[in-house]
Nanobody
Framework: VQLQASGGGLVQAGGSLRLSCAAS????????MGWYRQAPGKQRELVAVIRSGGSTNYADSVKGRFTISRDNAKNTVYLQMNSLKPEDTAVYFC?????????????WGHGTLVTVSS
């Protein structure tokens, strides 16, 4: 399974970015899809997750500003980030859990850097 992430970049505070992560390879189905981030000197943290049924969870720090969505036909997860703050600066990683009979396996995409300038 390969994950191709894109959409990072440099943006001013208050701006927006949209991250995408497409999964490809051999699997029966996709379970959870999520985004994590890791800022310099900090541990990787969950930003948002969307389950196969469409339910979502967000970190408190991004609620109301970020929206996670998925396109099951394209095996792609998106993260729309609005009202960005300098503290959102981090490397963002997508994480996808797929069903490869008979088990669930988790994969990480390569990180994409988001830099928010003040």
């Amino acid at each position: 399974v390969q994950l191709q992430a894109s959409g990072g970049g440099l943006v001013q505070a208050g701006g927006s970015l949209r991250l995408s992560c497409a999964a490809s390879g051999s699997f029966s189905s996709i379970n959870n899809m999520g985004w994590y981030r890791q800022a310099p000197g900090k541990q990787r943290e969950l930003v948002a997750v969307i389950r196969s049924g469409g339910s979502t969870n967000y970190a408190d720090s991004v609620k109301g500003r970020f929206t996670i969505s998925r396109d099951n036909a394209k095996n792609t997860v998106y993260l729309q980030m609005n009202s960005l703050k300098p503290e959102d600066t981090a490397v963002y990683f997508c994480n996808v859990v797929v069903f490869v009979r008979p088990e669930l396996l988790a994969y990480w995409g390569h990180g994409t850097l988001v830099t928010v300038s003040s």
